[in-house]
């Protein structure tokens, strides 16, 4: 949300949708700031890859048992419109770190979404996809932001180009 509120991100969200009662499409997108929590919490260990595989068990109950939560509140308030969970992107689909942990990641959230009577976008594949002329690289395919330093590395958020694809592959099941 890139609105001022006061409260919980929920209580704005189910104030919002009770003040716009003919919203069509709600969209979840979580997944990165859970995911860096474990990389953050390996930063000092001896054997970071082996860490974070280790940790991931415990950010995907958590960020699943939060979607449930946060379906749940939005079906209670009264909202049955679309909901739309977008899956989380990789930065690389050449690393076995995130080849492994995003998608247990977006599977599990994936089935809490469906299983309340969401919609799963796959952000992932959509990535995977653009990336492939790019050996798996969405920073060289155009889809992160560049960091401005003049390397060839990006930041982890999308560009414009790869917003778009994004909100395609939600159009695509909405």
């Given at each position: 949300?890139?609105e001022s509120y006061s409260g919980t991100?929920m209580s704005a969200a189910i104030a919002?949708?009770?003040?716009?009662?003919?919203?069509?499409?709600?969209?979840?997108?979580?997944?990165?700031?859970?995911?860096?929590?474990?990389?953050?919490?390996?930063?000092?260990?001896?054997?970071?890859?082996?860490?974070?595989?280790?940790?991931?068990?415990?950010?995907?109950?958590?960020?699943?048992?939060?979607?449930?939560?946060?379906?749940?509140?939005?079906?209670?308030?009264?909202?049955?419109?679309?909901?739309?969970?977008?899956?989380?992107?990789?930065?690389?689909?050449?690393?076995?770190?995130?080849?492994?942990?995003?998608?247990?990641?977006?599977?599990?959230?994936?089935?809490?979404?469906?299983?309340?009577?969401?919609?799963?976008?796959?952000?992932?594949?959509?990535?995977?996809?653009?990336?492939?002329?790019?050996?798996?690289?969405?920073?060289?395919?155009?889809?992160?932001?560049?960091?401005?330093?003049?390397?060839?590395?990006?930041?982890?958020?999308?560009?414009?180009?790869?917003?778009?694809?994004?909100?395609?592959?939600?159009?695509?099941?909405?």
């Open positions: 949300m890139h991100q919002f949708l009770q003040a716009n009662p003919r919203t069509r499409l709600v969209t979840i997108t979580l997944g990165g700031n859970d995911l860096l929590l474990a990389e953050y919490a390996c930063e000092a260990a001896s054997n970071f890859d082996t860490c974070v595989i280790e940790a991931i068990p415990g950010v995907v109950a958590s960020a699943t048992e939060n979607v449930a939560a946060i379906m749940g509140g939005l079906r209670g308030a009264g909202y049955f419109g679309d909901v739309v969970f977008l899956t989380q992107y990789a930065t690389s689909y050449t690393d076995v770190t995130q080849l492994t942990a995003i998608p247990l990641f977006n599977s599990s959230v994936g089935a809490a979404v469906l299983a309340n009577g969401g919609k799963v976008a796959s952000g992932f594949d959509t990535f995977a996809l653009a990336s492939v002329l790019h050996d798996g690289d969405p920073c060289a395919a155009g889809l992160l932001i560049p960091n401005p330093n003049g390397t060839a590395t990006c930041d982890k958020h999308p560009s414009p180009a790869g917003r778009d694809l994004l909100a395609d592959a939600v159009v695509l099941v909405h």
